[in-house]
């Protein structure tokens, strides 16, 4: 190799791993996140498990406190939809009280909350589902959790995720134990955000890694 081939061979070098370098950080997302599962996943055995989880077959009541819609996508880290990804989530009521036989938390059961649902994916990898914002529990006696829904997502193909969505902007964010422990990037990945002109409704994308 000559001189100026050898010139030309690094400069090509150097545009091409540059070039690579963008492609990367401008097309690739980051899975979303694990987090804990935590003690609460739903034990009892529950028919109705759909969208709606402010209300509960059969009963005439709604669940009490504020309703929020959340809204997503299924997408996989080339920012692909994933369609058919089932994704079982489960919270606290608003007093901050899971249905579970283990939560030992003094707060009322809700009856027509119906704290557990599962729903898939979609067109476009789109997922929603109607509930409450869950209250505040304590974790220790020194540690109350901010509200957050727990997630686990599954589709064949890819890791199964289990992790928590928190809400903007609550002031128990960030000095929540398990958030903090996460980057800022991650943390931004985790917090739902309102979507503009959507009163009460939030966005919360999922991104699965490859199996
Ligand atoms: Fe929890």
Same mark, same amino acid.
């Given at each position: 190799?000559?001189?100026?081939?050898?010139?030309?061979?690094?400069?090509?070098?150097?545009?091409?791993?540059?070039?690579?370098?963008?492609?990367?950080?401008?097309?690739?997302?980051?899975?979303?996140? +694990?987090? @804990?599962?935590?003690?609460? /996943? #739903?034990?009892?055995?529950?028919? %109705? !498990?759909?969208?709606?989880?402010?209300?509960?077959?059969?009963?005439?009541?709604?669940?009490?406190?504020?309703?929020?819609?959340?809204?997503?996508?299924?997408?996989?880290?080339?920012?692909?939809?994933?369609?058919?990804?089932?994704?079982?989530?489960?919270?606290?009521?608003?007093?901050?009280?899971?249905?579970?036989?283990?939560?030992?938390?003094?707060?009322?059961?809700?009856?027509?909350?119906?704290?557990?649902?599962?729903?898939?994916?979609?067109?476009?990898?789109?997922?929603?589902? +109607?509930? @409450?914002?869950?209250?505040? /529990? #304590?974790?220790?006696?020194?540690? %109350? !959790?901010?509200?957050?829904?727990?997630?686990?997502?599954?589709?064949?193909?890819?890791?199964?995720?289990?992790?928590?969505?928190?809400?903007?902007?609550?002031?128990?964010?960030?000095?929540?134990?398990?958030?903090?422990?996460?980057?800022?990037?991650?943390?931004?990945?985790?917090?739902?955000?309102?979507?503009?002109?959507?009163?009460?409704?939030?966005?919360?994308?999922?991104?699965?890694?490859?199996?």
């Amino acid at each position: 190799m000559n001189k100026s081939s050898r010139r030309l061979f690094i400069k090509t070098g150097l545009w091409g791993s540059t070039l690579a370098m963008f492609s990367h950080t401008s097309s690739a997302s980051e899975p979303t996140p +694990k987090e @804990i599962k935590g003690p609460f /996943y #739903p034990l009892n055995a529950q028919k %109705d !498990r759909d969208f709606d989880l402010t209300q509960v077959a059969g009963k005439s009541g709604v669940a009490k406190g504020k309703v929020v819609f959340v809204e997503g996508r299924v997408l996989d880290s080339h920012d692909k939809p994933i369609e058919n990804a089932t994704v079982d989530i489960w919270q606290a009521n608003a007093a901050g009280k899971y249905n579970h036989p283990h939560d030992t938390y003094d707060a009322p059961i809700d009856p027509n909350f119906q704290g557990w649902a599962i729903v898939q994916s979609g067109e476009n990898g789109k997922f929603r589902f +109607k509930t @409450i914002i869950p209250g505040i /529990y #304590p974790a220790t006696e020194t540690w %109350d !959790r901010p509200p957050h829904i727990h997630f686990k997502v599954t589709k064949k193909g890819y890791v199964e995720l289990v992790t928590q969505m928190y809400f903007p902007d609550h002031k128990l964010n960030t000095p929540d134990l398990l958030l903090a422990k996460k980057s800022k990037k991650q943390q931004a990945q985790m917090i739902a955000t309102k979507i503009k002109g959507k009163q009460h409704s939030l966005r919360y994308n999922i991104v699965l890694k490859k199996a």
